[in-house]
């Protein structure tokens, strides 16, 4: 034997080993390559026109629907709505899970793995999902007309309404009722945004160390309640039906002096939403008037403690005499993924939760939950909202008529609010440049400007 | 020896020490398939999205429909944007107030645990490396309500001696310094567990020759402790670079990367990509953020390599 015929011999291991090496180096190759060659993506929903058909009768509608919730209090209420459902739909079983929807939906959507049959979802958020979502436009008709307008719009991508309109968060104004009283101050007088400055003015004049209106520091949240205050007045929000910004508008401008107005005379206390300091603010009456979203109901009930009970609300004021007396600020729906495996069971939950009067009464009405009713939201359905009250008045709100006076802002909210695909981005540029305007380092005309640079720039034009 | 005759007796070692072809076959085949599983999920969850992210930095997807090949433009529009590079530069003042403190501080800390006469270091130890264990969410929680402009306690304090209010998480001055000081307070245990490694292999005999030539004990540290870590150092700053890269849950739960843009480092703007589903540009500046630590690193470690 010679060395030529020993040496594959010895290598035969290498050889092989090499072979293999090769192979699962192909097979990587292949993986990596395939997506490349159909310029598809695994597990990624088309993008494309899918609409979702009629849905089965009640007798016919069989099978497990997969619904994630918000794990937090909401999942606790929409659980209640089951069995009430499973008496119109027996045959269906309502698998409803708690996630941090958030973090886990888009993730599911662009992975296509483990995609639920229907979820709950913030507005703001809808955008970015719309092309992995059913078109629902059809099966929605018959409720068009009961639904708020706004709503609609917030939901519709490309003339398709990709979501079920849920809650409703209209822009109220809470006010601390002694501290108003003892500057002499009446609540009924606080109807367009003037009079709100006067009054805080008053305010501080009786108390110096008062900052009575309360201004958000986080940019996220800031520009969300910049837009109710926006939405309020010309109805659409940073973009209109088209698409185009409308950050360069009388409205902006009207919105952003008032705040720089509040800013400059130190007529405003900022803090972030819910902190420990913005309760102290509240507390210890710095903080007395508050423009907010219906939801500060729930720092007046859970949040504050000596000023518990003195809270009250009414409606926003309005920009200009006879204008709107509410605005949207965040909001929620139920989305349909194209991925799910029982889209039309989910349209059936969805539809019975918020469309009929068992449904909602179920969500809104007293419930272990919440022994008073649901009362940081509202629903989105001119039935319910013009129904019998679904919550009761709290005491931490003097027992006011609550029902009475959010209802009226709800229906109160312009219709044209339109939510960009890119709106949670633009709090990096509108969002700090008014936070900017408010430290006193930028003027109006400077966030307008600098804003639409901005966005057009980073957002508006690296859209396809 | 010529080559042929090592081949032959090569050929006649294998022929003897071998089994029979057919059994060493076998055993081969044997060990690919134990080794495999590896290899599979390697290609699966390492190399896949790897090669996926590159694939994705080339195009403008958002997480639906097809993939557009746009060429450079998400590279071209992160290099071009103030952004970016503010983003790198909070990055690199973040690796400046944490870095050089965390190392210098474990070293002394490491030889002061293993060979001073102090009580208490085992325990001493545990309380240094407790942090590092301790949930972030937590801590985090803490940190706010200690460092808050109106109602924190360091407020409070500084407010007895007539200074403040600070705004250490609201102001652009402070909010870095503030993140740099939660980070040095979480970490420094691992840093800790790395340098007291390496000071622990140093010889005693090093120490006791060094003590007969009379050296002090800060003479001591700079003459022997220093250079023998050096190694351990290099790593540690190599391992650190990386971490303050990736920065994200410190100026996320502290500031959420404000106020303005003051505190969002680059895995923070980072994550606003991915947050906003513009996948594309997020992948690219992951691969920017690649190439950039890789020449750190081996900077590094060019510097730090001791010499033999």
Known sequence: ?464 | MNPTSVAEQAVGRTAVARPAKSHQSRRGWVGYALIAPFFVLFAAFGAYPLFFALQLSFTDWRGSGTLHWIGFSNYTYLLTSSEFWASLGNSGVMWLLIVPVQTIGAVAVAAMLSRSNLRFTKSLRTVMILPYVTPLAAMAQAFILLFDTNFGVTNYLLNLVGVGPIGWLTTTLWSKPTIALFALWKSSGFALIIMLAAVQQIPEEVYEAAAIDGANRLRTFFSITVPLVERSVAFFLVVSTLGISQLFLEPYVLTKGGPYTSSTTSGLYLYNHIGASDLGTGAANSFLLVILVLILSLVSVKLLRPED
Not at chain 1, 250 to 278: C, H, M, N, Y
Not at chain 1, 279 to 291: E, F, K, T
Request: aromatic share 8%; with cysteine; charged share 20%.
């Open chain 1, 1 to 464: 034997m010679t060395g030529d015929t020993t040496i594959p011999s010895s290598a035969h291991s290498l050889f092989t080993r090499r072979r293999l090496l090769n192979g699962l180096a192909m097979a990587g190759g292949l993986g990596i390559a395939s997506p490349l060659l159909s310029a598809c993506v695994p597990g990624g929903s088309s993008g494309g026109d899918q609409k979702l058909g009629p849905s089965p009768s009640a007798s016919a509608a069989s099978g497990t629907v997969t619904l994630w919730m918000r794990d937090d209090d909401l999942f606790k209420v929409f659980k209640t709505v089951i069995p009430a459902f499973n008496r119109k739909y027996p045959n269906v079983k309502v698998n409803m899970v708690g996630v941090d929807v958030d973090t886990k939906l888009p993730a599911t959507l662009i992975s296509g793995t483990g995609v639920p049959d229907g979820s709950f979802y913030e507005d703001n958020n809808i955008g970015a999902q719309a092309g992995h979502l059913y078109d629902l436009t059809d099966l929605m008709a018959p409720h068009k007309s009961d639904t708020l307008q706004f709503k609609l719009d917030v939901a519709t991508y490309d003339n398709k309404l990709v979501a079920v309109p849920w809650d409703t968060d209209p822009g109220m104004l809470y006010y601390r009722k002694s501290v108003l009283s003892d500057a002499g101050i009446d609540p009924k007088t606080l109807t367009t945004y003037d009079a709100l400055l006067n009054a805080a003015r008053k305010i501080k004049q009786k108390n110096p160390k008062a900052r009575p209106i309360l201004l958000e520091q986080d940019a996220n949240l800031g520009m969300l309640w910049l837009m109710m205050l926006i939405n309020q007045q010309q109805g659409s929000g940073l973009v209109d039906e088209k698409g185009g910004l409308t950050i360069d508008t009388p409205a902006f401008r009207k919105a952003l002096t008032w705040i720089k107005t509040v800013a400059d005379e130190q007529l405003g206390a900022r803090s972030k939403f819910a902190s420990t300091g913005q309760i102290a603010q509240c507390d210890s009456g710095i903080v007395s008037l508050v423009p907010w979203a219906i939801w500060f109901s729930f720092i007046t009930q859970s949040g504050v403690k000596t000023s518990k009970g003195d809270w009250r609300v009414t409606l926003l004021p309005a920009w200009s005499a006879g204008g709107a007396r509410s605005g949207v600020m965040g909001g929620s729906s139920f989305v349909i993924p194209q991925k799910a495996k029982n889209p039309e069971l989910a349209w059936l939950f969805y539809e019975f939760a918020i469309y009929a009067r068992e449904g909602y009464t179920k969500v809104y009405g007293p419930n272990n939950t919440y022994p008073n009713g649901l009362n940081t939201s509202l629903p989105s359905v001119k039935a319910a909202l013009q129904g019998a009250p679904l919550f009761k008045p709290v005491a931490a709100l003097g027992n006011q008529d609550l029902w009475s006076v959010d209802t009226a802002a709800a229906q109160a909210i312009p219709a044209g609010y339109r939510i960009p695909s890119w709106f949670n981005s633009a709090a990096s540029y509108l969002g700090v440049n008014m936070q900017k305007m408010i430290d006193g380092k930028a003027s109006v005309d400077e966030v307008i400007s600098t804003s639409v640079d901005q966005i057009n720039k980073n957002l508006v034009k690296r859209q396809r």
